[in-house]
């Protein structure tokens, strides 16, 4: 009968093989930052794209966009100068004005939604490597 206090050579006997035992040191870094790259891709995309973008055209619905916003804008600022009560009529002209605006800009995103910008980001960072 054996008894419990039996080496572990005795249970196997076989060589033992460790997966990073021949890496090199650049090899198990790189290996890290693959991992971390990875991990956080969708913050260093974000990152990438508010840095590089002064690189990236913008396209004809980012102008329009743009511009709405800027238009909108005003007209908020214009609208809230005035009194509902003093100028009704004026009031709700500019509030019409923003209505449409909004609508605008709707229809621009809806038509952005097809457009990967993401694409822009991945080609100038392929093209940096």
Known sequence: ????????????????FQIN?????????SSFLVIIIIRYWSFILTFLKNK???FIPMSKEEVLLKENNE???SLISERNKLLIKDD???????ERKIVKLELKKK?????MNGISNNSYVVNICLLIE
């Open 107 to 111: 229809e621009i995103l809806e038509k």
């Open 1 to 16: 009968m054996e008894t419990m206090n039996d080496t572990s050579d005795e249970l196997y006997t076989d060589n033992v």
């Open 88 to 94: 009704f009529s004026q009031y709700m002209k500019i």
């Open 52 to 54: 590089l973008s002064i």
């Open 21 to 29: 035992q021949k890496l090199s040191n650049f090899s198990l870094l």
């Open 71 to 73: 238009e909108v804008q």
